[in-house]
Nanobody
Framework: QVQLAESGGGLVQAGGSLRLSCAAS????????LGWFRQAPGKEREWVAS????????YYARSVKGRFTISRDNAKNTLFLQMNSLKPEDTAVYYC????????????WGQGTQVTVSS
């Protein structure tokens, strides 16, 4: 079992920045990969970024590449998403998720944090 809790969302103007955090507990943090997803009103949930267990490899959706950075601190059991140059279309509820059972499959999810970007 893994418990995930996001924080750091809020209201920001276009062009601004936010840093999301995801605190994890339960299974050994460094043993599984992690990802960020988002869901905007009326839209399906979409994958944003992911990171491997060690943090050596990161992957991004085309829509956020070059603006968002995913990272993790295995000593503090925390996942991060640094979001720069935010756009109104980044407005969504952001979720962190873990790949505990097997790589590529997300099995535990946080409750989400709202990010709103005003134009």
């Amino acid at each position: 079992q893994v418990q995930l809790a996001e924080s750091g969302g809020g209201l920001v103007q276009a062009g601004g920045s936010l840093r999301l955090s995801c605190a994890a507990s339960g299974r050994t943090f460094r043993s599984y990969g992690l990802g960020w997803f988002r869901q905007a009103p009326g839209k399906e949930r979409e994958w944003v970024a992911s990171i491997t267990r060690t943090g050596d490899n990161t992957y991004y959706a085309r829509s956020v590449k070059g603006r968002f950075t995913i990272s993790r601190d295995n000593a503090k059991n925390t996942l991060f998403l640094q979001m720069n140059s935010l756009k109104p279309e980044d407005t969504a509820v952001y979720y962190c998720a873990s790949q505990v059972t097997r790589p590529g499959e997300y099995d535990y999810w946080g409750q989400g944090t709202q990010v709103t970007v005003s134009s």
